[in-house]
Protein backbone atom coordinates (compact mmCIF):
# COMPACT_ATOMS: atom_id res chain seq x y z
CA UNK A 1 0.00 0.00 0.00
CA UNK A 2 0.97 3.41 -0.86
CA UNK A 3 0.68 6.45 1.55
CA UNK A 4 -1.77 9.43 -0.24
CA UNK A 5 0.00 12.96 0.43
CA UNK A 6 -2.07 15.53 1.52
CA UNK A 7 -3.13 17.94 -1.52
CA UNK A 8 -2.10 20.82 0.48
CA UNK A 9 0.85 19.74 2.46
CA UNK A 10 2.19 16.51 0.47
CA UNK A 11 5.19 15.93 3.44
CA UNK A 12 2.07 15.02 5.24
CA UNK A 13 0.27 11.02 4.80
CA UNK A 14 -3.19 11.00 4.88
CA UNK A 15 -5.45 7.48 4.86
CA UNK A 16 -8.19 8.77 2.24
CA UNK A 17 -9.34 11.75 0.12
CA UNK A 18 -12.67 12.83 -1.07
CA UNK A 19 -13.04 15.16 -4.19
CA UNK A 20 -15.95 16.40 -5.51
CA UNK A 21 -17.44 15.50 -9.11
CA UNK A 22 -20.14 16.57 -11.59
CA UNK A 23 -23.23 17.81 -9.77
CA UNK A 24 -23.02 18.85 -5.99
CA UNK A 25 -25.13 16.58 -4.76
CA UNK A 26 -22.45 13.54 -5.42
CA UNK A 27 -19.81 12.89 -3.37
CA UNK A 28 -16.93 10.42 -4.37
CA UNK A 29 -14.51 9.17 -1.62
CA UNK A 30 -11.74 7.53 -2.94
CA UNK A 31 -11.16 5.32 0.05
CA UNK A 32 -7.85 3.54 -1.17
CA UNK A 33 -5.35 3.96 -4.06
CA UNK A 34 -2.77 1.48 -4.54
CA UNK A 35 0.03 1.85 -7.50
CA UNK A 36 2.09 -1.21 -8.79
CA UNK A 37 3.36 -2.84 -12.05
CA UNK A 38 1.32 -5.25 -13.92
CA UNK A 39 1.95 -8.57 -12.42
CA UNK A 40 1.84 -10.15 -15.25
CA UNK A 41 4.33 -9.06 -17.79
CA UNK A 42 5.15 -5.82 -16.47
CA UNK A 43 3.94 -4.14 -19.32
CA UNK A 44 2.76 -0.66 -17.24
CA UNK A 45 1.32 0.48 -14.11
CA UNK A 46 -2.03 -0.83 -12.64
CA UNK A 47 -3.93 1.76 -10.53
CA UNK A 48 -6.75 1.00 -7.50
CA UNK A 49 -9.42 2.85 -6.79
CA UNK A 50 -11.76 1.70 -4.25
CA UNK A 51 -14.62 4.20 -4.69
CA UNK A 52 -17.80 4.37 -2.68
CA UNK A 53 -20.50 7.02 -3.88
CA UNK A 54 -23.25 8.91 -1.17
CA UNK A 55 -25.34 11.18 -1.70
CA UNK A 56 -25.07 14.44 0.05
CA UNK A 57 -28.48 13.66 1.74
CA UNK A 58 -27.02 10.29 2.87
CA UNK A 59 -29.64 8.77 1.93
CA UNK A 60 -28.60 6.82 -1.15
CA UNK A 61 -24.95 4.74 -0.66
CA UNK A 62 -24.14 2.30 -3.56
CA UNK A 63 -21.67 -1.14 -3.16
CA UNK A 64 -17.94 -0.51 -3.54
CA UNK A 65 -15.89 -1.33 -6.29
CA UNK A 66 -12.22 -1.45 -7.28
CA UNK A 67 -11.02 -0.48 -10.47
CA UNK A 68 -7.31 -1.16 -12.43
CA UNK A 69 -5.88 0.92 -15.00
CA UNK A 70 -2.57 0.67 -16.29
CA UNK A 71 -0.78 2.77 -18.59
CA UNK A 72 2.97 3.33 -19.08
CA UNK A 73 5.74 1.36 -18.28
CA UNK A 74 6.27 -0.23 -14.64
CA UNK A 75 6.66 1.38 -11.25
CA UNK A 76 9.22 -0.22 -8.70
CA UNK A 77 7.67 -2.24 -5.82
CA UNK A 78 6.02 -0.67 -3.16
CA UNK A 79 9.59 -1.60 -0.95
CA UNK A 80 11.31 0.75 -3.06
CA UNK A 81 8.99 3.16 -3.07
CA UNK A 82 8.50 3.35 0.16
CA UNK A 83 12.25 3.86 0.43
CA UNK A 84 14.07 7.44 0.70
CA UNK A 85 13.51 10.58 -1.46
CA UNK A 86 16.78 11.29 -3.32
CA UNK A 87 15.51 15.11 -3.31
CA UNK A 88 15.73 15.20 0.42
CA UNK A 89 19.12 13.59 0.92
CA UNK A 90 19.99 17.61 0.98
CA UNK A 91 19.06 19.74 4.07
CA UNK A 92 16.82 22.63 3.44
CA UNK A 93 18.73 25.14 6.39
CA UNK A 94 19.10 27.37 3.46
CA UNK A 95 15.66 27.32 1.84
CA UNK A 96 14.64 30.95 3.57
CA UNK A 97 17.92 32.73 1.78
CA UNK A 98 16.96 30.92 -1.42
CA UNK A 99 18.13 34.08 -3.93
CA UNK A 100 15.09 35.33 -6.27
CA UNK A 101 16.30 35.96 -9.69
CA UNK A 102 13.51 38.14 -10.53
CA UNK A 103 13.79 40.90 -6.98
CA UNK A 104 17.13 41.12 -8.61
CA UNK A 105 16.74 41.76 -11.60
CA UNK A 106 14.35 44.14 -10.77
CA UNK A 107 16.81 46.14 -8.75
CA UNK A 108 18.21 49.26 -10.13
CA UNK A 109 21.62 47.11 -11.65
CA UNK A 110 19.52 44.58 -12.48
CA UNK A 111 17.23 46.36 -14.30
CA UNK A 112 19.26 48.01 -17.05
CA UNK A 113 20.94 44.68 -17.33
CA UNK A 114 17.89 42.89 -18.22
CA UNK A 115 16.98 45.66 -20.19
CA UNK A 116 20.08 44.96 -22.36
CA UNK A 117 19.39 41.12 -22.27
CA UNK A 118 15.95 41.47 -23.79
CA UNK A 119 17.14 43.96 -26.75
CA UNK A 120 19.77 41.50 -27.63
CA UNK A 121 18.29 38.32 -27.41
CA UNK A 122 14.92 40.06 -29.70
CA UNK A 123 17.44 40.63 -32.19
CA UNK A 124 18.87 36.95 -31.76
CA UNK A 125 15.60 35.83 -31.74
CA UNK A 126 14.14 37.56 -35.48
CA UNK A 127 16.69 35.70 -37.19
CA UNK A 128 17.36 32.28 -38.59
CA UNK A 129 13.40 30.85 -38.31
CA UNK A 130 13.66 31.96 -34.50
CA UNK A 131 16.22 30.05 -33.60
CA UNK A 132 18.84 31.01 -31.34
CA UNK A 133 21.38 32.27 -33.33
CA UNK A 134 23.68 31.85 -30.32
CA UNK A 135 23.90 28.39 -31.88
CA UNK A 136 26.57 29.45 -34.55
CA UNK A 137 28.60 31.83 -32.37
CA UNK A 138 31.00 29.12 -31.18
CA UNK A 139 33.53 29.47 -33.93
CA UNK A 140 32.32 26.18 -36.28
CA UNK A 141 30.53 26.86 -39.58
CA UNK A 142 27.54 24.36 -39.66
CA UNK A 143 25.27 24.18 -42.80
CA UNK A 144 21.78 25.50 -42.85
CA UNK A 145 19.23 22.86 -43.02
CA UNK A 146 15.82 24.39 -43.15
CA UNK A 147 13.04 22.39 -40.82
CA UNK A 148 9.98 22.31 -40.28
CA UNK A 149 7.97 24.71 -37.85
CA UNK A 150 4.49 23.47 -37.14
CA UNK A 151 3.13 19.94 -37.01
CA UNK A 152 0.98 18.96 -39.94
CA UNK A 153 -2.42 20.25 -39.64
CA UNK A 154 -5.18 17.55 -38.25
CA UNK A 155 -7.37 15.43 -40.24
CA UNK A 156 -9.46 14.99 -37.80
CA UNK A 157 -11.28 17.24 -35.03
CA UNK A 158 -9.90 15.75 -31.68
CA UNK A 159 -12.41 14.95 -28.87
CA UNK A 160 -11.58 15.90 -25.22
CA UNK A 161 -11.08 12.85 -22.76
CA UNK A 162 -10.67 13.37 -18.92
CA UNK A 163 -8.75 10.29 -17.15
CA UNK A 164 -11.32 10.65 -14.29
CA UNK A 165 -14.34 9.87 -17.02
CA UNK A 166 -12.62 6.96 -18.30
CA UNK A 167 -12.13 5.43 -14.88
CA UNK A 168 -15.76 6.37 -13.33
CA UNK A 169 -17.26 5.00 -16.82
CA UNK A 170 -15.91 1.46 -16.08
CA UNK A 171 -16.38 0.83 -12.33
CA UNK A 172 -16.89 -2.04 -11.38
CA UNK A 173 -14.78 -3.65 -14.85
CA UNK A 174 -11.39 -5.13 -15.39
CA UNK A 175 -9.24 -2.27 -17.22
CA UNK A 176 -6.35 -3.79 -17.34
CA UNK A 177 -6.64 -4.61 -21.40
CA UNK A 178 -7.67 -0.89 -21.51
CA UNK A 179 -5.30 0.76 -23.93
CA UNK A 180 -5.39 4.71 -22.95
CA UNK A 181 -6.50 7.04 -25.80
CA UNK A 182 -3.91 8.84 -27.81
CA UNK A 183 -5.08 11.87 -26.69
CA UNK A 184 -3.01 11.71 -23.41
CA UNK A 185 0.07 11.42 -25.68
CA UNK A 186 1.90 14.14 -27.28
CA UNK A 187 3.37 12.95 -31.23
CA UNK A 188 7.19 11.51 -29.65
CA UNK A 189 9.09 9.27 -27.81
CA UNK A 190 10.31 8.77 -24.74
CA UNK A 191 13.50 7.80 -26.75
CA UNK A 192 13.11 11.39 -29.15
CA UNK A 193 12.44 13.30 -25.83
CA UNK A 194 15.88 12.55 -24.42
CA UNK A 195 17.26 14.23 -27.94
CA UNK A 196 15.12 17.13 -27.13
CA UNK A 197 17.35 17.57 -24.20
CA UNK A 198 19.91 18.79 -26.55
CA UNK A 199 18.17 21.95 -28.14
CA UNK A 200 20.72 24.33 -26.49
CA UNK A 201 23.53 21.98 -27.21
CA UNK A 202 25.67 25.07 -28.27
CA UNK A 203 26.39 25.08 -24.77
CA UNK A 204 28.19 22.38 -24.92
CA UNK A 205 30.51 24.14 -28.13
CA UNK A 206 30.91 26.95 -26.43
CA UNK A 207 32.24 25.12 -23.02
CA UNK A 208 34.92 22.86 -25.21
CA UNK A 209 35.72 25.99 -27.29
CA UNK A 210 36.42 27.66 -23.60
CA UNK A 211 38.37 25.11 -22.12
CA UNK A 212 40.79 24.82 -25.66
CA UNK A 213 41.60 28.58 -24.13
CA UNK A 214 42.46 27.39 -20.86
CA UNK A 215 38.74 28.98 -19.50
CA UNK A 216 38.30 25.77 -16.97
CA UNK A 217 35.84 27.93 -14.91
CA UNK A 218 33.27 29.35 -17.97
CA UNK A 219 33.56 25.79 -19.31
CA UNK A 220 31.93 24.18 -16.06
CA UNK A 221 29.38 26.82 -16.09
CA UNK A 222 28.14 26.48 -19.53
CA UNK A 223 28.03 23.04 -18.95
CA UNK A 224 26.02 24.17 -16.26
CA UNK A 225 23.43 26.15 -17.96
CA UNK A 226 23.07 23.21 -20.17
CA UNK A 227 22.21 20.71 -17.76
CA UNK A 228 19.29 23.81 -16.69
CA UNK A 229 18.18 24.05 -19.87
CA UNK A 230 16.97 20.73 -21.12
CA UNK A 231 14.08 21.31 -18.75
CA UNK A 232 13.27 24.23 -20.48
CA UNK A 233 10.97 22.22 -22.98
CA UNK A 234 8.85 20.98 -20.15
CA UNK A 235 6.88 23.90 -19.19
CA UNK A 236 3.45 23.47 -20.27
CA UNK A 237 4.02 19.87 -21.24
CA UNK A 238 0.93 18.29 -19.96
CA UNK A 239 0.89 15.12 -22.18
CA UNK A 240 2.94 11.88 -21.84
CA UNK A 241 5.67 10.78 -24.80
CA UNK A 242 5.29 7.30 -26.16
CA UNK A 243 6.86 4.21 -24.33
CA UNK A 244 8.96 2.78 -27.11
CA UNK A 245 8.88 -0.69 -27.68
CA UNK A 246 11.60 -2.99 -27.03
CA UNK A 247 14.99 -2.41 -29.39
CA UNK A 248 12.75 0.92 -31.05
CA UNK A 249 15.33 2.95 -31.53
CA UNK A 250 15.68 7.30 -32.65
CA UNK A 251 18.45 9.02 -34.71
CA UNK A 252 19.31 12.85 -34.88
CA UNK A 253 21.47 13.93 -37.61
CA UNK A 254 21.70 17.09 -37.10
CA UNK A 255 24.39 18.60 -39.49
CA UNK A 256 23.18 22.02 -38.81
CA UNK A 257 23.51 21.82 -35.04
CA UNK A 258 26.70 19.35 -35.25
CA UNK A 259 25.16 16.41 -34.04
CA UNK A 260 25.07 12.58 -33.91
CA UNK A 261 22.62 10.96 -31.56
CA UNK A 262 21.26 7.50 -31.43
CA UNK A 263 18.65 6.06 -28.48
CA UNK A 264 17.32 2.36 -28.29
CA UNK A 265 15.28 1.34 -24.99
CA UNK A 266 17.44 -1.18 -23.84
CA UNK A 267 15.19 -2.92 -21.05
CA UNK A 268 11.48 -3.48 -20.75
CA UNK A 269 11.17 -4.27 -17.37
CA UNK A 270 12.87 -2.02 -15.58
CA UNK A 271 11.87 0.35 -18.98
CA UNK A 272 15.33 1.73 -19.57
CA UNK A 273 16.34 4.02 -22.56
CA UNK A 274 20.02 4.54 -23.20
CA UNK A 275 21.61 7.30 -25.39
CA UNK A 276 24.86 8.21 -26.97
CA UNK A 277 25.38 12.31 -28.46
CA UNK A 278 28.62 12.96 -30.24
CA UNK A 279 28.86 16.97 -30.92
CA UNK A 280 31.67 19.61 -32.14
CA UNK A 281 34.40 18.26 -29.47
CA UNK A 282 32.38 16.28 -26.96
CA UNK A 283 30.46 13.17 -26.42
CA UNK A 284 27.63 12.66 -24.65
CA UNK A 285 26.26 9.34 -23.22
CA UNK A 286 23.86 7.74 -20.69
CA UNK A 287 20.64 5.60 -19.32
CA UNK A 288 17.62 6.42 -17.87
CA UNK A 289 15.25 5.11 -15.59
CA UNK A 290 12.04 6.62 -13.69
CA UNK A 291 10.92 5.29 -10.25
CA UNK A 292 7.24 6.44 -9.78
CA UNK A 293 5.42 7.19 -6.45
CA UNK A 294 1.86 7.89 -6.99
CA UNK A 295 0.40 10.38 -4.26
CA UNK A 296 -3.30 10.35 -5.04
CA UNK A 297 -3.16 13.80 -6.76
CA UNK A 298 0.04 13.91 -8.20
CA UNK A 299 2.92 11.35 -9.74
CA UNK A 300 6.44 11.88 -8.57
CA UNK A 301 9.07 10.58 -11.01
CA UNK A 302 12.54 10.41 -9.37
CA UNK A 303 15.42 9.61 -12.39
CA UNK A 304 17.95 6.67 -11.78
CA UNK A 305 21.03 6.78 -14.31
CA UNK A 306 24.07 9.39 -14.77
CA UNK A 307 24.62 11.65 -17.88
CA UNK A 308 28.71 11.47 -18.59
CA UNK A 309 29.89 14.26 -20.50
CA UNK A 310 33.39 13.74 -22.46
CA UNK A 311 35.56 16.48 -23.81
CA UNK A 312 37.81 15.99 -26.44
CA UNK A 313 40.64 16.98 -24.24
CA UNK A 314 40.30 14.90 -21.37
CA UNK A 315 37.73 16.74 -19.47
CA UNK A 316 35.16 14.52 -17.59
CA UNK A 317 31.56 15.67 -16.18
CA UNK A 318 28.86 13.61 -14.34
CA UNK A 319 25.46 14.17 -13.16
CA UNK A 320 21.97 13.33 -12.73
CA UNK A 321 18.93 14.77 -13.31
CA UNK A 322 16.34 15.80 -10.65
CA UNK A 323 12.69 14.87 -9.50
CA UNK A 324 10.11 15.49 -11.31
CA UNK A 325 6.53 15.83 -9.93
CA UNK A 326 3.59 15.99 -12.26
CA UNK A 327 0.42 17.97 -10.22
CA UNK A 328 -3.48 17.69 -10.83
CA UNK A 329 -3.79 14.18 -12.42
CA UNK A 330 -7.51 13.66 -11.79
CA UNK A 331 -9.10 17.36 -11.10
CA UNK A 332 -8.05 20.64 -11.73
CA UNK A 333 -4.81 21.96 -14.29
CA UNK A 334 -1.98 19.42 -15.05
CA UNK A 335 1.12 21.16 -14.37
CA UNK A 336 4.95 19.68 -13.48
CA UNK A 337 7.82 21.00 -11.57
CA UNK A 338 11.64 20.04 -11.02
CA UNK A 339 12.87 19.93 -7.70
CA UNK A 340 16.40 18.71 -5.81
CA UNK A 341 19.83 19.13 -6.21
CA UNK A 342 21.97 18.19 -9.37
CA UNK A 343 25.83 17.57 -8.22
CA UNK A 344 28.13 17.89 -11.75
CA UNK A 345 31.16 16.29 -10.72
CA UNK A 346 34.25 17.20 -12.65
CA UNK A 347 37.52 15.13 -13.06
CA UNK A 348 39.89 18.45 -12.75
CA UNK A 349 39.35 22.17 -11.57
CA UNK A 350 35.95 22.42 -10.57
CA UNK A 351 32.55 21.15 -9.73
CA UNK A 352 29.26 22.43 -9.42
CA UNK A 353 26.09 22.12 -7.24
CA UNK A 354 22.67 23.47 -8.51
CA UNK A 355 19.59 23.48 -6.61
CA UNK A 356 16.33 23.45 -8.13
CA UNK A 357 13.42 24.83 -5.40
CA UNK A 358 10.29 22.97 -5.38
CA UNK A 359 7.37 25.15 -5.75
CA UNK A 360 4.92 26.24 -3.34
CA UNK A 361 1.33 27.18 -3.14
CA UNK A 362 1.96 30.61 -2.51
CA UNK A 363 5.45 31.14 -4.77
CA UNK A 364 5.05 33.93 -6.41
CA UNK A 365 8.27 33.57 -8.45
CA UNK A 366 8.68 29.62 -9.19
CA UNK A 367 10.71 27.76 -11.04
CA UNK A 368 14.18 29.25 -9.46
CA UNK A 369 17.59 27.18 -9.63
CA UNK A 370 20.70 28.34 -8.00
CA UNK A 371 24.05 27.01 -7.16
CA UNK A 372 27.64 27.36 -6.76
CA UNK A 373 31.08 26.77 -8.97
CA UNK A 374 33.77 25.14 -6.80
CA UNK A 375 36.90 24.66 -7.18
CA UNK A 376 39.22 21.56 -5.19
CA UNK A 377 39.58 23.25 -2.18
CA UNK A 378 36.04 23.77 -1.98
CA UNK A 379 35.96 27.61 -2.87
CA UNK A 380 32.93 28.93 -3.89
CA UNK A 381 34.31 30.78 -7.02
CA UNK A 382 31.02 31.60 -9.05
CA UNK A 383 27.49 31.53 -8.21
CA UNK A 384 24.64 30.53 -10.73
CA UNK A 385 20.99 31.32 -10.53
CA UNK A 386 18.15 31.62 -12.85
CA UNK A 387 14.89 29.70 -13.44
CA UNK A 388 14.67 26.74 -15.39
CA UNK A 389 11.90 27.62 -17.88
CA UNK A 390 13.20 31.28 -18.95
CA UNK A 391 17.28 32.16 -18.32
CA UNK A 392 20.66 31.25 -16.19
CA UNK A 393 23.24 34.08 -15.41
CA UNK A 394 26.25 33.84 -13.26
CA UNK A 395 28.49 36.26 -10.92
CA UNK A 396 31.96 35.82 -9.70
CA UNK A 397 32.02 34.95 -6.30
CA UNK A 398 30.00 33.72 -3.63
CA UNK A 399 26.40 35.35 -3.49
CA UNK A 400 24.47 32.43 -2.53
CA UNK A 401 21.45 33.69 0.16
CA UNK A 402 23.18 37.34 -0.39
CA UNK A 403 20.51 38.71 -3.44
CA UNK A 404 20.22 41.94 -4.12
CA UNK A 405 20.60 43.74 -0.52
CA UNK A 406 24.05 40.90 0.01
CA UNK A 407 26.74 42.67 1.47
CA UNK A 408 29.00 41.53 -1.98
CA UNK A 409 25.94 42.28 -4.73
CA UNK A 410 28.71 45.12 -6.15
CA UNK A 411 31.37 42.89 -6.55
CA UNK A 412 30.43 41.32 -9.84
CA UNK A 413 27.83 42.07 -12.12
CA UNK A 414 25.12 39.35 -13.56
CA UNK A 415 26.62 37.87 -16.86
CA UNK A 416 23.96 35.43 -18.95
CA UNK A 417 24.91 32.49 -19.58
CA UNK A 418 21.49 30.97 -21.36
CA UNK A 419 18.04 32.26 -22.09
CA UNK A 420 15.10 30.64 -23.51
CA UNK A 421 14.66 30.58 -27.32
CA UNK A 422 11.27 32.49 -28.65
CA UNK A 423 8.26 30.44 -28.03
CA UNK A 424 6.74 28.87 -31.29
CA UNK A 425 4.36 31.04 -33.63
CA UNK A 426 2.28 27.93 -34.30
CA UNK A 427 1.13 26.94 -30.87
CA UNK A 428 -0.59 23.58 -30.21
CA UNK A 429 -1.89 22.17 -26.95
CA UNK A 430 1.63 20.08 -26.89
CA UNK A 431 3.40 23.43 -26.38
CA UNK A 432 6.07 22.28 -28.47
CA UNK A 433 8.87 24.61 -29.11
CA UNK A 434 10.39 25.09 -32.88
CA UNK A 435 12.68 23.04 -32.20
CA UNK A 436 10.27 19.72 -31.02
CA UNK A 437 8.50 20.10 -34.22
CA UNK A 438 11.66 18.96 -35.57
CA UNK A 439 11.86 15.73 -33.49
CA UNK A 440 9.68 13.68 -35.46
CA UNK A 441 9.68 15.27 -38.99
CA UNK A 442 10.37 13.13 -41.87
CA UNK A 443 12.78 15.09 -43.70
CA UNK A 444 12.93 14.18 -47.78
CA UNK A 445 14.89 11.07 -48.51
CA UNK A 446 15.42 9.86 -44.94
CA UNK A 447 12.80 7.68 -44.78
CA UNK A 448 15.00 5.05 -46.57
CA UNK A 449 17.85 5.44 -44.51
CA UNK A 450 16.31 4.58 -41.52
CA UNK A 451 16.53 1.37 -39.83
CA UNK A 452 12.83 -0.23 -39.45
CA UNK A 453 12.93 0.02 -35.58
CA UNK A 454 12.89 4.56 -35.44
CA UNK A 455 10.48 5.91 -33.58
CA UNK A 456 9.07 8.03 -37.05
CA UNK A 457 8.36 5.31 -38.06
CA UNK A 458 6.06 4.03 -35.37
CA UNK A 459 2.00 4.04 -36.82
CA UNK A 460 0.25 5.26 -34.17
CA UNK A 461 2.29 8.10 -33.13
CA UNK A 462 2.77 9.07 -36.96
CA UNK A 463 -1.33 9.63 -37.01
CA UNK A 464 -1.61 11.51 -33.93
CA UNK A 465 0.92 13.91 -35.33
CA UNK A 466 -1.23 14.05 -38.65
CA UNK A 467 -4.51 14.49 -36.40
CA UNK A 468 -6.01 11.03 -37.59
CA UNK A 469 -6.94 10.48 -34.16
CA UNK A 470 -9.37 6.50 -34.39
CA UNK A 471 -6.84 4.84 -36.20
CA UNK A 472 -3.96 6.23 -33.79
CA UNK A 473 -6.01 5.02 -30.96
CA UNK A 474 -6.01 1.68 -32.51
CA UNK A 475 -2.81 1.35 -33.66
CA UNK A 476 -1.54 1.86 -30.19
CA UNK A 477 -4.29 -0.80 -28.91
CA UNK A 478 -2.39 -2.71 -31.33
CA UNK A 479 1.32 -2.45 -30.44
CA UNK A 480 0.62 -2.38 -26.67
CA UNK A 481 -0.93 -6.16 -27.15
CA UNK A 482 1.92 -6.53 -29.02
CA UNK A 483 4.84 -5.42 -26.85
CA UNK A 484 3.34 -8.02 -23.89
CA UNK A 485 5.92 -10.08 -25.57
CA UNK A 486 8.74 -8.07 -24.83
CA UNK A 487 9.02 -9.22 -21.06
CA UNK A 488 9.19 -12.74 -22.55
CA UNK A 489 11.71 -11.83 -25.00
CA UNK A 490 14.00 -10.09 -22.79
CA UNK A 491 13.70 -13.43 -20.49
CA UNK A 492 14.90 -15.65 -23.08
CA UNK A 493 18.07 -13.61 -23.60
CA UNK A 494 17.12 -10.82 -25.69
CA UNK A 495 19.71 -8.06 -26.34
CA UNK A 496 19.95 -4.45 -27.34
CA UNK A 497 21.00 -3.94 -30.97
CA UNK A 498 23.81 -0.78 -29.97
CA UNK A 499 24.04 -0.40 -26.70
CA UNK A 500 25.80 -2.98 -23.69
CA UNK A 501 26.65 -3.31 -20.53
CA UNK A 502 29.67 -2.18 -19.01
CA UNK A 503 31.59 -4.92 -17.41
CA UNK A 504 30.83 -4.46 -13.49
CA UNK A 505 28.57 -2.26 -14.19
CA UNK A 506 24.69 -1.91 -14.85
CA UNK A 507 25.23 1.17 -16.99
CA UNK A 508 24.65 1.00 -20.59
CA UNK A 509 27.60 2.42 -23.44
CA UNK A 510 27.24 2.65 -27.16
CA UNK A 511 29.01 -0.02 -28.86
CA UNK A 512 29.29 1.80 -32.22
CA UNK A 513 28.01 0.78 -35.75
CA UNK A 514 25.11 2.34 -36.23
CA UNK A 515 25.98 5.44 -38.64
CA UNK A 516 28.54 2.70 -40.33
CA UNK A 517 25.33 0.19 -41.50
CA UNK A 518 23.56 3.12 -42.28
CA UNK A 519 26.14 4.66 -44.81
CA UNK A 520 25.95 0.98 -45.74
CA UNK A 521 23.11 1.39 -48.38
CA UNK A 522 20.63 1.01 -45.30
CA UNK A 523 21.50 -2.87 -44.51
CA UNK A 524 19.33 -3.05 -41.68
CA UNK A 525 18.88 -7.50 -41.32
CA UNK A 526 19.94 -7.19 -38.05
CA UNK A 527 17.02 -4.74 -37.26
CA UNK A 528 13.41 -6.67 -36.67
CA UNK A 529 10.33 -5.26 -37.66
CA UNK A 530 8.54 -4.29 -34.26
CA UNK A 531 6.08 -1.94 -35.75
CA UNK A 532 4.58 -4.95 -38.31
CA UNK A 533 1.92 -7.31 -37.96
CA UNK A 534 3.89 -10.30 -38.05
CA UNK A 535 4.74 -12.24 -34.94
CA UNK A 536 7.55 -11.03 -32.36
CA UNK A 537 8.70 -14.30 -32.74
CA UNK A 538 9.47 -14.73 -36.61
Keep these: ?21 GPSSTQFSCLEVTYEPYACDGIGHRLHYTVGYQHSTG ?34 DDDNEFFDTQDFLSSSRGSDLQNSFDSDDQELFNSMDDIDSSTRSNGTNYPHVKRRNKLPDPVEKEKGVSLWSIIKENIGKDLTKVCLPVYFNEPISSLQKC ?23 MRILKVAAFAVSGYACTDGRNCKPFNPLLGETYE ?41 KFWGRSIQLDPVGLLTLEFDDGEVFQYSKVTTSIYNLILGKVYCDHYGTMHIRGNRDYSCKIKFKEQSIVDRNPHQ ?82 PPTDSRLRPDQRYLEEGRYEIANSEKLRLEQRQRQARKMQDS ?44 DS
Excluded at 256 to 275: N, Q, T, Y
Aim: aromatic share 12%.
Design 1 to 21: MIRLRSPFHHKHPIKDMTFMI
Design 59 to 92: ALKTPMHTMQFYEGSASDSDADNDGHDPAEEETD
Design 195 to 217: FEDLEYSYLLDQAYECGKTGNSL
Design 252 to 292: ADYPDMGLHFISEKVSHHPMIVACHCEGHGWKLWGDSNLKS
Design 369 to 450: VQGMVQDRKGKTVATVFGKWDESVHYMNGDHCGKGKGGSDSSSSEPQLLWKRSKPSKFPTRYNFSSFSFTLNELTPGLKEKL
Design 493 to 536: GWKPRWFAKEKGDNSYRYIGGYWETREAAGKWESCPDIFGRQSL
